[in-house]
Structure formats: C-alpha cells, structure tokens
Nanobody, 124 residues
C-alpha cells in the first residue's frame, strides 16, 4: 500500500503561482511513477503531469504545458507540482497519484493509488 497526502492548495488570483506537494508513505517511494490529475466540477478527471521513478518527466497535459512543472525528491518521499501563470480554468481539485507503471500513471482509470485531493481556486 502507498498512502498519499496532498497539500498546498488554496485561493489565488489569476497570474499567481502555487506549489502543490504530495507526501508518500508506505512502500518504497522511489520505485513508483507519480502523477498529478485534476477534476473540475462536472468534468472528468484530467491528466496534468507525471514523472518516472528516475526523475524524468512524461509529456504534460496540453492545458498546462509551459506553465506547470512536476518534480520529485526521493529522499523526502515527496512529489511537487509548481503551477505558474494560473488562470480561472485551472480551478479544480488536484489529486496526486502513484503507480509502478509509467504507462498506467497517465490513465486515471488505471492508476493504483490516489491521494484525497487538494482544492485550487483561481479568481479572475
């Protein structure tokens, strides 16, 4: 089992930056690919970003390319999502995810482990 706890969400204004953190516990964190998804009200869960256990990134979701950056610190069992140039369309609950497969990690229906989510609200 892997337990994931997100933090860092909040209310910000358009153009601001925010950094989300996801602390993992349980099995060996460094063996897992990690990802961030988000879900806005009335919409499906959307892939945002993912990172392999090696630290190399997978392609970002189209809506966040060039604005968001995923990173990880295996020594701290933590994955981060740096979000810049936020806009109201980024408003959603952001979820951290983990899977041993860097292929499954991009697909919400296939991911093995989820955090409880953290709310990000961007006002115009």
């Amino acid at each position: 089992q892997v337990q994931l706890v997100e933090s860092g969400g909040g209310l910000v204004q358009a153009g601001d930056s925010l950094r989300l953190s996801c602390a993992a516990s349980g099995r060996t964190f460094s063996q897992y690919a990690m990802a961030w998804f988000r879900q806005a009200p009335g919409k499906e869960r959307e892939f945002v970003a993912a990172i392999r256990w090696t630290g190399s990134n997978l392609p970002y979701g189209d809506s966040v390319k060039g604005r968001f950056t995923i990173s990880r610190d295996n020594g701290k069992n933590t994955v981060y999502l740096q979000m810049n140039s936020l806009n109201p369309e980024d408003t959603a609950v952001y979820y951290c995810a983990a899977d041993v497969s860097s292929t499954r990690i991009r697909v919400a229906d296939s991911v093995s482990y989820w955090g409880q989510g953290t709310q990000v609200t961007v006002s115009s």
